[in-house]
């Protein structure tokens, strides 16, 4: 049975048509799902047990701590200034930002018709056999248009997703950018304060070495005159040629992370700014943070530019989605132009000789053999990618800060209990002393005390150490250590967004 559609009203179906069409014209379509942030996957605060310290009251988030107001010592900020200005990673990742801009530039400019002015000329000549004429025919034309030519109507959103999708990776590079400024500034302090423990190691080994040989050779007297055994003798020497292999272990250390300190520099840190020893405990205190906020919460975190880099990429993949829903919907594309043409080159501009050609196209997809549907898939699974990625940020962040409390409850009381093991070990070292010079004890007593203080004193420095770059660990993961000067964070944080977004636009 044929069904005839003469006679159909097809008035409303048009109107709904031509309306729909309309108002994605006028308001334009946008295809992309509805941004929701992630939930949080770690918990509100961290802990408080018996290992994590209790976190002081603090007026400013840790985020919002100058490294200047945080790290007091002037020649550390000198050498922190230096890296800043020299590190070859931090003029990549700048670099980088401009790559990421001028690829948002690219893509913003597929939202405009690019217009552009076309001159051209045309001269032939044609033999008489083939001409009507049967005489041979010269004949020329010249045209001047503007124009622009496969300009898209972007009624579902494609070219505004891909822009927005541009525009998140831009942005998510500026954090990249500021998550490696972050990470120099603390690796310059570790590798500054490492360096300075290092030294102070070797100056005890050199110390050591020195009283060690002395010792040798009183006991090499004492031999020589009948008075100590060659057991006695062995065993000093073993000490000496011990701390001796210490001197040199330390020395090349020493260069190592002078060398290490280099480069991350990226210039030759003068002399006069390199350190010799670890600064004392209550200068410590003083030069590296000491002050955490109460009640610390996990929402910190969210300052943290890592963070921020993995929600950006996030959006990124959630406008990607919209531009791959799009390919779904038909595409309308402009070619047109204006101008004036003529038959000779005096004539082009007289009147008259005005041009004009419009042609605009559509393209439906009716059958692609899935590539549409798959790359919607791919977009999909790629936005689920983020979202883990995003995740574990977060975790990572929320253990990176729980570590480094968990450490800094500890920290405390091991470094008074190490020092207590040096007075302990000293005061060892000299009764075992006074003891074999009564001809009380031997000489093994006295070596084996030695040892100890010996070994306690370096893990003092170690200790010592540790309490440092767990100060500088914990305020480079509250997102601590971009801008230099504590007064400066508050409009920084504000318009930070604003000012990457208005970059953009130069």
Known sequence: MRRSWKGTDMTPIRTTVIAFAVACLVSGCNLAPHYVRPGSPVPEAFAEGEGTSAPAAAATPVADLGWREVFTDPALQEVIALALDNNRDLRVAALNIEVARAQYRVQRADLSPSLSVNGSGNSSRTPGDLSATGRPQVTRDYSATLGFSAYELDLFGRVRNLKEQALQQFLSTAEARRSTHISLVAQVVTAYYTLAADQELLKLAQSTLASQEYSYRLQQRSFDYGVASELTISQARTTVESARSDVERYTAQVAQDHNALTLLVGAAVPARLLPDALPATADAERNVLAAVPAGLSSDLLQRRPDILEAERNLRAANANIGAARAAFYPGISLTASAGSASASLSGLFDAGSGSWSFAPSISIPIFNAG???????????????????????????????????????????????????????????????????????????????????????????????????NLVTFYKAMGGGWVSSTADATGHSSSHDQMKTASIKD
């Open 371 to 469: 590539r549409n549907r798959a790359n919607l898939d791919m977009a999909k699974a790629n936005r689920d990618i983020d979202v883990a990625r995003y995740e574990k940020a977060i975790q990572t962040a929320f253990r990176e800060v729980a570590d480094a409390l968990a450490q800094r409850g500890t920290l405390g009381r091991q470094l008074q209990a190490q020092q207590a093991l040096v007075d302990a070990s000293a005061d060892s070292y000299r009764l075992s002393q006074a003891r074999f010079d009564r001809g009380v004890d031997s000489y093994l007593g006295v070596l084996d005390a030695q040892r100890s203080l010996y070994s306690a004193q370096q893990s003092l420095i170690g200790t010592r150490l540790d309490r440092l770059t």
